[in-house]
Structure formats: structure tokens, C-alpha cells
């Protein structure tokens, strides 16, 4: 087989038409060798061939008589040298880290592992290339058509969170052959359900190549949601209908073009912190066995061992240019190549650590602000991670959006009736100032959510009490159980009607609060649709019927799918509750009137002492449409209608006075009711309120203020 010297960059197995070149990072190998394979089956490479060029620490050839669909590893030798962090092993068939495609997945066995069992210190030199996962290599052309980014601002955007085969997989309008796939997320039944709910963005859960580990492959289950990856430019062959390499590019690239020309971004869950090799005892499948040393945080005290700030074993090392290349080189090829729109970083702190703290000025971020194609799609941290000092709500630099975990927390506590929640649940309902301002950012860096896929559905926070984990096979260890979910005393599904009355108004408050908040809000997959996982707050493993959605709908889910249409609805309509910047908390055009008013129930504006007093359950928020400090692209002033939102998380009903309409607004001026959680149906007739407003326990109530009897356009 000829080899040319080729080229050490772009990393990868990169085709040009008439050949392939292929590149491989490694700084402390000793010698690289690329093996082929004549298909997926086969238990030992049929030919392979040694890379000796070697240029800035990477090994590289070119191959002319090599094209797209040719299955390859690579066996890289050097120290075994646990004490100073080395672990190679030439019996070992590792992936490369740039394959575009699989063209194998993983089988487990005991050879996959570089050490002996029972002795982890001594080299295992069975041969692994019978069981190792393959890379492809692909063919990137794709017909894309008019295709373009849809770049839609954030203050306009509604996010959707869902994973492609649990949305898709028991959808009877899907064709069966498509559920569960790239092309069922594409399906006309599916982007009809999306579009007339309203979201503007899909955020898929990981699609990136990933193991299932061994320990769950052992009890029957998988890592279903997929936060193990492997390989960070290729998508899963599992989400593939023709289950093929080049085919899962194709389907991917399908997948995105349709919901592009539906209107809706795609977002990807991204896992860059950490990579399924795991720890110290794990297998020797890709980086661990091309350059461990490089790749890896290891521990400053025994380079054995790993430093972990993820949970899941081991944490990339930040501090390598070579991975930052990496990681850097994996996001651009998903925008330029795959065209997705933006990324959500799992456990995003462990990616700011550059020696133990959590920097947010770090390299990985300084290199995406300056990226003229990274910087300028949608960027949503998880601000946290497992290692200390890694809770960052709010501390992300500028460019960036948070899941804001805290605002998650303030309005459970406010719905379940806590006392002395009042005063942190209004600043989360105005955009959560105290976490963004302070760095020059606007109410859109907060991703406000309830539930996402981390946690209990929506339908499960209000009716358990504790978590039911039980089918994970961990005895209900695994799961957090915060305390913060709002059952009614009685768990599960029940019969009693007053509890399921009770525990769908409980459904529409928490949607409403998301929904009126200012900030980008988060839909968990499902919700709209009454969802639930029987209790399981950690279904990372339940690749079943638990996990997967049932679009059986009965009456109460059509109301609830009706009520979330009708909620995004408004909030598309309103400028006024998707504002760009944070309120003033005063009058900007000489109106008199603040652009936003808190009230106490007796109607008089809320003082300091009453945000201080325990008791207080129930909240008013007057935002005035007239006093919105932003201009349309034509430099016209953004005027919307003033309207109220009413929240009362007492058991008991309770007399709102309402603020009186401004002098100037005439006298036919009056508050018209837009909603009421009290109800699961929409108000027709915008009938207007008089001095006060009769609010059910646990209620919220949406009011706008019109002149006469027909609603403002």
C-alpha cells in the first residue's frame, strides 16, 4: 500500500477526491500505526501501515488509494509508565478522536481494559481490535440547498429540550420504521407538534457517539441520555435508520435541514468535560491509549489516577492546547459542516478549570469570544460541575446564557407555599438582575426553567413527593433528591378528583411562571403533554417506555398541550414580557408610571417591609408597555400593552386589589383577564375586572390593561 508523507493538519482522516490524508496527535508516542478493515465484522485489521512522518507532535500520511466508507484504528506505541501518567499499549485498537463517522460500535469485553485484572498496574496484552470501536471515512458532501442559519435573537427565542428517540419513539404518525431516528425527528407529525406549540429551538439531548458502560450493559439497562462520549465529531449510529456510517452523517445533516426549513434552531447538548474512558479501572479505547498524559487531568499526586470534577471518572485537561484544538475543532465542524445553531455545555465550570479553580476568564472561553464563527450561534452554559467552588450561576462571561439553576429552585419554593420566597421569586420573574447585570449581560443570559431532563418531569414534580429510582438498580440511592418537589399527600397516579384538579392547576402555574418570566425560557420535552416517568428523577439508564413519551393524550393532556400553545402565544405577542433589557424599576418616557410595579395584595405598592415578611404568598407584577427602553431595527419605539401578572401560592382564595389605570388612559380604560390557571380553558370574551380580582388558591392570574370591551390588537 503506497503512503505519501502528507499533511499535519486538519487532524483526522480528511478525503480530497483522490485520497485520504490521516493526522494524529500524540506528543509522547513513540511510533504510530493506522490499521484498516475490511468491514465491521471483522475480528483483526486486514492491513496496516506505520505513519512516520512527524511534524509539530503530529503523525500524518497520505493514502491515495483510500476513500469515503474505509474502516480504520490506530495502535500507537510508547512508555507504559503509570507513575509519570503514560499508558500505551500496542495490543490496544484505539479510535481517532477527529472520526467524522462510526463504522463500528464497541462490543465490550475484558480486552478493551490496558491492565490485567485483579493487578492494575501491569499491562493486559490481549489484542482488542475484535471488540474496539471503528472510525469511517466519510464523504462530506451534502445537498443543503438554500439552507442558511436562522439566527434568531434571543429575547425571541423558546427552547425546547428533548432527546431524538424518546420524543420520537411511540409516535403512532411516525412511520415505524423512522421512530426513535434523525429522520423521525424530522417527520412532518413531529415538526407540526413543535411548530404549533410554538418553541423556536430544539435542544437535543447528546447525539455525539457515545458508550454505554459496562456496569449498565451487565443489569440490562444503557446510558440512555448519552452524556458518555467517545467521539466528538461523529453522530450516533444509534439515532441512524440505516444504522451505517455514512448514512448517520446523512440522516443527521436531514434532520437539520427540515427543522431549519420549520423555523426551528438546533441546539446540541455537548460533553466536552469528561469522555467515556472513565477513570484509572476503565477501558483503553481512544485518548487514554493515543497520548494519556495530554489528554487527561491527572492527579498531582499519583498520575495513576485522575482528578474528577465530573463524577464520572476522569476530566479533560484545559490546559493542553491539543485539546482545546480538539474541542474547538469539534464545534466548528458541527456549525460549518453539520449546521447546527448553537451548543449547551454539560457541566460547563469543569471546562473554566485551568490548575483547580473554576477561572471563567480561561483559555477555552477567551478562544470562543474571539472565534468570528463560535462566537456568533447560540452559546448556554450548565454553570456548574461537581468539584469545589463549581456552582457559577451567574459568573460566565459575556456572549454566554446559563441554565439558571437558581431560578429553578425560587419558583418551586414560591408554588409549594414556602414562606419568605417572595422577594428572590420576583427578581427571578424580572430577569434576574443580581446574577446578570453585574457583567454587562441582559435578562436573555438566563435560561429560566423548571424541569428539564435532570430531575422529574413536570407531571411527577406535582405528584411525588421523593424520588422512585428503583428500576436504575442502585436501591434509590442515585437521583438527588432536593425536597423541592409539591405533591398533594397522595403519590402517583390517583383517582381522587380533587388531587388531579389540584395537581393540574400546579402544572399551569409552573408553565405560566416560565412562560410570563423575563429571560429565555426552556420547555422540557413532554411537559406541554402531561409527561411522566412513573416518579423517576434520574432515568439516565431507561431506554423504555419510562423515558420514552406516550402521545396517547387523554382530555387533561389536550387541555394542558392547549393552555402551553396559548402561553407562547402571548409571549410571542408581547414584547413587554420578552424585553431586552432589565428594568429600571422608574419612568423612562415621561409617563409617570414605572416600567415595573411589584403589588401587595391589599393593592398598594409592595414596601421593604413586606418583601421581608414571612406570611407573604401572593405577589403582583405590573409591567408597563409604554415603558420599554428598546427600538425596533427601524429605530421606532417598542410600545406593547400594560399588562398584570397576578400569583398567589396560598391553599386559600384571596381578594387582589388591582392598581387603578393611569389618569391619562381615559375612561373607558379597564383590566381585561387573558388567563387564569384556575381554569384549563382560555378566556373568550376578555371580561373585565373590576377593583379587585377573586384569585383561586394557588393561582395565577395574566390581566391587561384595555380601553373598552375589545382587546388590543
Known sequence: MRIWPGKPYPLGATWDGSGVNFALFSEHATSVELCFFDSPYAGRESSSILLTERTDLVWHGYLPEIGPGQLYGYRVSGPWDLGNGHRFNQQKLVLDPYAKAIGRTLRWHESLFDYQSGNPDAMDERDSAAYAPLAAVVDTAFTWGEDRPIGRPWHETVIYELH??????????????????????????????????????????????????????????????????????????????????????????????????????????????????????????????????????????????????TGTGNTLNMMSPRVLQLIMDSLRYWVLEMHVDGFRFDLASALARELHAVDKLGSFFDIIHQDPVLSQVKLIAEPWDLGEGGYQVGNFPPGWTEWNGKYRDSVRRFWRGDGGAVSEFATRLAGSSDLYEPTGRWPVASINFVTCHDGF??????????????ANGEENRDGENHNLSMNFGVEGPTENSKIRTARAQQKRNLLATL????????????????????????????????????????????ALLAFTRHLVQLRRKHPVLRRRRFFHGRALRGAGVKDLTWSHRSGVEMTDEMWDEPQVRSIGMRLDGNEIPETTDRGEPVVDDTLLILLNANERSIDFTLPPPPPDCGSDCAWVLELDTCSPTIPKDHARVGAAYKMGGRSLALLRLATGRRPAP
Not at 522 to 531: K, N, Y
Open 164 to 309: 431524538v428517540r424518546g420524543f420520537t419513539k411511540l409516535h403512532a404518525n411516525v412511520a415505524e420504521e423512522l421512530r426513535g431516528t434523525y429522520l423521525g425527528l424530522a417527520s412532518d407529525a413531529i415538526l407540526e407538534h413543535l411548530v404549533s406549540l410554538g418553541v423556536t429551538a430544539v435542544e437535543v439531548m447528546p447525539v455525539h457517539y457515545h458508550l454505554d458502560d459496562w456496569h449498565l450493559i451487565k443489569r440490562g439497562l444503557s446510558n440512555y441520555w448519552g452524556y458518555n462520549t467517545l467521539a466528538y465529531f461523529a453522530p450516533d449510529l444509534r439515532y441512524s435508520v440505516a444504522r451505517r456510517a455514512l448514512d448517520s452523517v446523512r440522516e443527521f445533516k436531514m434532520m437539520v435541514r427540515a427543522l431549519h426549513r420549520a423555523g426551528l434552531e438546533v441546539i446540541l447538548d455537548v460533553v466536552y468535560n469528561h469522555t467515556a474512558e472513565g477513570n484509572h479501572l476503565g477501558p483503553t479505547v481512544s485518548l487514554r491509549g493515543i497520548d494519556n498524559k495530554s489528554y487527561y487531568r491527572l492527579s498531582r499526586e499519583d498520575q495513576r489516577f485522575y482528578e474528577d470534577f
Open 457 to 470: 418531569t413536570l407531571g411527577d414534580l406535582v405528584s411525588y413527593e421523593r424520588k422512585h429510582n428503583e
Open 515 to 558: 412562560l410570563l418570566s423575563q429571560g429565555v425560557p426552556m420547555i422540557f420535552g413532554g411537559d406541554e403533554i402531561g409527561r411522566t416517568q412513573r416518579g423517576n428523577n434520574n432515568a439516565y439508564c431507561q431506554d423504555n417506555d419510562l423515558s420514552w413519551l406516550d402521545w396517547n393524550l387523554d382530555e387533561d393532556d389536550k
